[in-house]
């Protein structure tokens, strides 16, 4: 019997052998590098059935350290793919068992992968580390990249379309003003000096954004890739000698699990008092000819602080909360002296005048964001932004005769502002299996309360109002692996309520772009858009202040809102040593905004007036050279070709055309880099004016040692830039002006930064990193341009 027992025993433990054989999961994991042995981060590793390989079984992503892993999987044979930009696509056949040694339930496989031009899917994938997509194209931030760069600001000179100035710190667009992003969430150029290069795994640059980031500005989105629990810092000091002129900045970040908490500052100063300016004014006035000479010279001081405290708490794939708060205090001081020559017929005085200003801006904002995914293909995102604005203005000039010191006229406006604003968006995302579908809205209010007294207009209060409400829903897809597409359309309610006026606009506010891939390193793609425009605040404030004797300025709530209609054909081509953009556009502008000199009684006014139409076409371009391995050498030029014919009410039809040009050189090697970078003069019509830009030449060096940058620049190097403007042709008012800052010819700056952190990588299970469009990169969305024209003002981070 006790035989028999143990036999029945011994029976039932062999077969629960064979069944948990059978059941066993093994855990796979490993490491991708390259030959060099470097760690290949945000790499694609999937895992396949072999009876299948249509059914995906499991993905993940490498990791800073290349490192991936899967879940727990069935012993058996399966297809591992890994796939990375810019590296030749693998495929292996992993048979997954326990080892042979003991009972271990982790299988590891390291792979090495091979830099290869190649495609996957509807992306182009080049050596270069570039990626086009149909709104957009992503580089992959190398080693290289990171070498020379001191922080995450420098790592934007990599696109082709951004042009950022070494010297001033500024970030600018080929495709015009950009909005810069920080894992989809609204930052700014002085943010990204908070983030090392090492932090940085790609930068997405949009020049067809989607509704989730406003759909109008050029959009550059900084996605970050690794987060250590520690805490870091950093200061940046940047000084001009021997002009009073600095830029300073420092940050502390304290990261702990799914929390992170920043605190930076940034104080700008600069002082001149060796600004020149000489300014001609020709008119008629009832029948008698009138001239001024102007030779002013002056100066100005201008101080700034911005304080910013943020918030984040995040979890990867799950949700992002981040609350920032940034008070910010301005400073600014005019003062300028004048020898005038007045001629009034044949009759000329000899005058004096002199010029004085100080403005105070005192403006905290507060600002949420929420993103949550609901589900494996929804999300949510909802952001709101609060702003309060406290300004006050005191403006004061006046003119005496030169024989007797006798007051010719004299003015003075004074301003007591206070504005309030806030703005709003919720946005559903849901995503198939070919199509993706967006829905949104976003609303905007924003309230001015002004007290003004001026010499003209006496004492008053204004109130202005403004409300916006904006809905839209997006679809976007692709046919095959070539066609991809995009539609969008938006209905914009606005209303304006002034003193005199209370209006209300709605505009529908299509938008449609198709790309085509030729070819593995060219696509093509075409577009359309609509989008309403609106005067400014200022624009319909009927205060009246004093320019000079005879001529004032004032505002117009008369102005009528209008549209703008965009269309374009854009190509973009990528190879190892070149990446070039090119677009064809074309514009429509109803009742375009523009300001002009206009007769009333026996003065002139300079205000804003609606035209009739305005057209524009051309061609722009973007265009980086980097002819030597590792990038030794980087040549940029941006620029293009666009004639502007205007449909005047006051001038008739008038017609420019526009050739700007700017150019940017690197060299780079080990921890040294040069540049040099400069614009040519072109002229832009911004009625009643033509205006020409200043010539740019700057040139620097930067060496990195350790958590040490040096730097030393100069700007305006060996020229000396003028500011110049003149009148249109058939205004009632003829003006010329040219001016200089005589004190910024070869101007020497000099900088160092030091950058400190310790900590350990932040391991939790599931923030991994995401190859697809992660929810880190998806965030808030910046406005249209010309549906809300003041939310640069109202949220300053965007």
Sequence with gaps: MKKSKFCILFVLFVIAANIAAVDAQIVLKGKVTTRE???????????RGMRDTTRLVETAVTDMQGNYAFGKHRE??????????????????????????????????????????????????VGTNVTHYLDRTVYRVTNADRRTAVTGLDLTNKVPQVTLDRINETVSSSDGAVTILVNGI????????????????????????????????????????????????????????????????????????????????????????????????????????YAQYLHTSGGYRSFY????????????????????????????????????????????MQRYGNYRTESKIFNPTLDLYFWRQLGRKQELIMAITGNYF????????????????????????????????????????????????????????????????????????ERTTRMNNYLAAEVSGKIKTRFSYRFSLGVIASRTVTAGNDSWQWVFAPNVIAGYQISSSFIVKAGFSQANTSPSLGMLDDRIAMITQNIVSRGNPSLKNGFRNSAFIGTGYTNKWLNINVTCLYGYAKNPINYYYRQDGARYEYMPVNDKSSETCGINYAL?????????????????????????GVLGRVGYLRIPLSYYIQFAWKNLSAFYQGNIVTGNMVPPMIVYSDLGSGIGIIYKYRNFAFSLSCANFLIRPESRSHTIDGSAVWRKSTGSQRDSYNRVMLGVSYNFGRGRVYNEAERHISNRDSPLRRGRIPLPVGCFPYWSISSRCC
């Excluded at 640059?205 to 996605?223: F, Q």
């Design 305 to 348: 602080n911005d304080f910013n405290l943020k918030y984040t708490n995040q979890l990867q794939d799950k949700y992002v909360f981040q609350a920032t708060f940034y008070p910010s205090l301005r400073n600014n001081e005019n003062h300028y002296d004048s020898q005038i020559e007045f001629l009034e017929g044949a009759a000329g």
């Design 624 to 648: 980086q050279l980097t002819p030597f391995e590792n990038d030794i050498l980087t040549i940029k030029l941006q620029g293009g070709v666009y004639y502007t014919n205007l449909n005047s």
């Design 37 to 47: 042995e470097e760690p290949v981060a945000f790499a694609a590793v999937s895992l």
């Design 186 to 289: 609204a930052a700014s150029a002085q943010e990204l000096k908070t983030i090392s290069p090492e932090e940085v795994g790609q930068i997405e640059y949009y020049d067809l954004p989607p509704i989730r980031y406003g759909g109008g500005n050029a959009v550059l989105n900084i996605v970050t890739q690794e987060v250590r629990d520690g805490f870091y810092g950093g200061i940046d000091l940047k000084h001009a000698v021997p002009v009073r002129w600095l830029n300073d900045s420092f940050y502390l970040r304290y990261n702990r699990g799914r929390s992170q908490l920043t605190f930076r500052y940034y104080a700008s100063w600069h002082k001149s008092d060796a600004q020149f300016v000489d300014d001609e004014y020709r008119y008629a006035l009832n029948g008698t000819d």
């Design 76 to 125: 058996g044979k399966y297809l591992l793919t890994i796939q990375s930009l810019g590296f030749r696509t693998l495929n292996d056949t992993v048979h997954i068992r326990r080892s042979s040694l003991g009972n271990t339930y982790e299988m590891r496989k390291d792979y090495l992968l091979e830099e290869e031009a190649t495609a996957i899917d509807d992306v182009v994938v």
């Design 390 to 461: 406290d300004s006050g203005l005191d403006t004061r000039s006046s003119e005496y005769d030169s024989a007797d010191d006798r007051p010719v006229f004299e003015d003075f406006l004074t301003v007591d502002g206070r504005k309030y604003s806030a703005i709003g968006q919720a946005l559903y995302i849901k995503n198939f299996e070919k199509v993706a579908f967006s829905v949104g809205e976003r609303f905007a209010y924003e309230s001015n309360i002004a007290h003004t007294a001026s010499w003209l207009s006496g004492d008053r209060q």
